[in-house]
C-alpha cells in the first residue's frame, strides 16, 4: 500500500494541449511527457496521487461540434460537454499514465472518476456570466451567434469576440469519499476534470446539472481540502509566480507566506484572468488545512523537489 503524502496535482492545459489548439496525436505525446515528470517526482516519493485537469481547447471545439450540427442532431447541453470531455480527457491521461508506470516497473492501478460538484444555486453571482468559453468570432459572427442562441458574449483584447458563461464556486466534490477509498487502495485517481461538472440540489434533495464551467484551480482546492490532502501542486504554464508580471520589475517568487500570498491578492498584483485563481486556491486551501501548495510549470516538476523549483507557499 501507497502510504506517503497525499497531493492533489492540478494540470493545466498546457500539460496536455501546449497550442491550446493541437490534434489527438500531440495531444497524447504532450500527455506521456507530463505523466513521466508526475512518476519522477511523485510516484518516486510515495505519494497518494489525484491528478486533476483543465478542458478549455477541448471543450470549446466540442461546443464548436454543437454549433456546426445545430438543425441537424440535439443539442448537447454545456454541463454534459464537460462529462464528456471527463471522460474523453480521462481516458488519454489515464492510458498514458498506465503504459509510463509499467515501463518504470510500478505496479499502480490508476482509475477516472467522474466527478460532479456541488454549487449553490441560490447564490446569485454564480449566476453570472464571468467565463470566456470556446473559440474566437468576429463582432459580426458574435452578434449573429448571441441573437440565435442566447449567448452572453464579450470582448477578448486583440483577440475577438467569445461567449461567456457561468463560473460557480465549488463547494464540495460529490463522490470524494470513493475518492479517498481509492487511494488506500493503492489507485492514482484522474477527478475533477474540467473543474467538474457543475451540479446543484433542486427542491427535492435531487442532483441536477447547471450549464456552466467551474474554475480548474479552484475545484482542485476544494477536492484537496475534502481528502485531508497535504500538498497542492498547481502545474501551468511558467515557472513561478511573480510580482510585477511581464513589466520591467517584476520579480520572481521562490516562497510566499500565506499572509503574503493574501496581501499580493487583495492589492492586485494576480489578475483573475491568468495567476489570480491559482493564487486563491492556494489560500483556501492553506486555510482550510493544506500543509503546502507549490505552482510551477510541467517541465520544472520533472524534479520539483530536488532543486527546489518553482513557488512553494505555506502557512508560515
Known amino acids: 500500500m501507497v502510504s506517503g503524502k497525499t497531493a492533489v496535482i492540478a494540470l493545466g492545459g498546457n500539460a496536455i494541449s501546449p497550442s491550446g489548439n493541437s490534434n489527438i496525436h500531440d495531444e497524447f505525446a504532450s500527455t506521456r511527457?507530463?505523466?513521466?515528470?508526475?512518476?519522477?517526482?511523485?510516484v518516486k516519493n510515495n505519494y497518494r496521487i489525484v491528478i486533476?485537469?483543465?478542458n478549455g481547447p477541448q471543450v470549446g471545439n466540442e461546443l464548436q461540434r454543437v454549433e456546426l450540427a445545430k438543425g441537424i442532431v440535439p443539442d448537447v447541453p454545456?454541463?454534459?460537454?464537460?462529462?464528456?470531455?471527463?471522460?474523453?480527457?480521462?481516458?488519454?491521461?489515464e492510458q498514458s499514465l498506465q503504459n509510463e508506470l509499467k515501463k518504470a516497473n510500478y505496479n499502480l492501478q490508476v482509475v477516472t472518476i467522474l466527478s460532479?460538484?456541488?454549487i449553490d444555486i441560490n447564490d446569485n453571482e454564480n449566476r453570472i456570466p464571468k467565463k470566456y468559453i470556446g473559440q474566437y468570432f468576429?463582432?459580426?459572427k458574435a452578434e449573429k451567434f448571441s441573437k440565435e442562441n442566447d449567448w452572453v458574449i464579450k470582448e477578448v483584447p486583440n483577440k475577438g469576440w467569445r461567449r461567456i458563461v457561468p463560473s460557480p464556486k465549488p463547494m464540495e466534490i460529490i463522490n470524494h469519499t470513493l475518492i479517498s477509498n481509492l487511494l488506500d487502495h493503492n489507485a492514482i485517481v484522474i477527478a475533477s476534470g474540467g473543474g467538474g461538472i457543475p451540479v446543484y440540489l433542486d427542491e427535492n434533495g435531487n442532483y441536477e446539472g447547471f450549464d456552466a464551467v467551474i474554475d480548474k484551480d479552484l475545484a482542485s482546492a476544494v477536492l484537496a481540502k475534502d481528502i485531508s490532502a497535504d500538498e497542492l501542486i498547481i502545474l501551468t504554464a511558467v515557472d513561478n509566480v511573480y510580482l510585477n508580471f511581464g513589466e520591467k520589475k517584476q520579480k520572481k517568487l521562490n516562497k510566499l507566506t500565506l499572509k503574503e500570498a493574501k496581501y499580493y491578492y487583495k492589492n492586485g498584483q494576480f489578475p483573475d484572468g491568468s495567476m489570480g485563481p491559482k493564487i486563491l486556491s492556494a489560500i483556501k486551501f492553506l486555510e482550510s488545512g493544506g500543509k503546502k501548495v507549490i505552482i510551477t510549470s510541467i517541465e520544472n516538476s520533472i524534479d520539483i523537489f530536488q532543486n527546489n523549483k518553482g513557488t512553494v507557499i505555506i502557512k508560515e
Open 138 to 140: 468576429s463582432k459580426e
Open 52 to 54: 486533476t485537469h483543465g
Open 116 to 118: 460532479q460538484v456541488l
Open 78 to 93: 454545456l454541463g454534459v460537454l464537460v462529462a464528456e470531455t471527463q471522460g474523453s480527457i480521462g481516458y488519454m491521461i
Open 33 to 42: 511527457q507530463s505523466m513521466r515528470a508526475i512518476i519522477s517526482s511523485f
